[in-house]
């Protein structure tokens, strides 16, 4: 069974950063694509971050040059760097990887 379990999120003001934390359990982390989406309340799932087991990434043009998203195979985590974060990012944060989606952690950005 694979479990897939999020953390880090929190409130912050504008300008600021946070780390979120993914970990995973049950699956081949370094064998799977990992990535992050956000879901902000009214609106659908987006997708912000994603890392191929090559090593490339991909990044929602909003969040281009402000987040980054790395991962750790041997410890089966994945982050996602958040600075100069903005209240348009305020979501719930989602970590996916071999198909399992977690049950994600709130970010508001708020002053």
């Known amino acids: 069974q694979v479990l897939v379990v999020e953390s880090g999120g929190g409130l912050v003001q504008p300008g600021g950063f946070l780390r979120l934390s993914c970990t995973a359990s049950?699956?081949?982390?370094?064998?799977?694509?990992v990535g992050w989406y956000r879901q902000a309340p009214g609106k659908e799932v987006e997708m912000v971050a994603c890392?191929?087991?090559?090593?490339?990434?991909n990044y929602a043009d909003s969040v281009k040059g402000r987040f980054t998203i790395s991962r750790d195979n041997v410890k089966s985590t994945a982050y996602l760097q958040m600075n100069n974060v903005k209240p348009e990012d305020t979501a719930v944060y989602y970590c996916?990887?071999?198909?399992?989606r977690g049950q994600g952690t709130q970010v508001t950005v708020s002053s």
């Open positions: 996916q990887i071999g198909g399992v």
């Open positions: 049950g699956v081949g982390f370094g064998w799977n694509t």
């Open positions: 890392m191929y087991t090559s090593g490339t990434t």
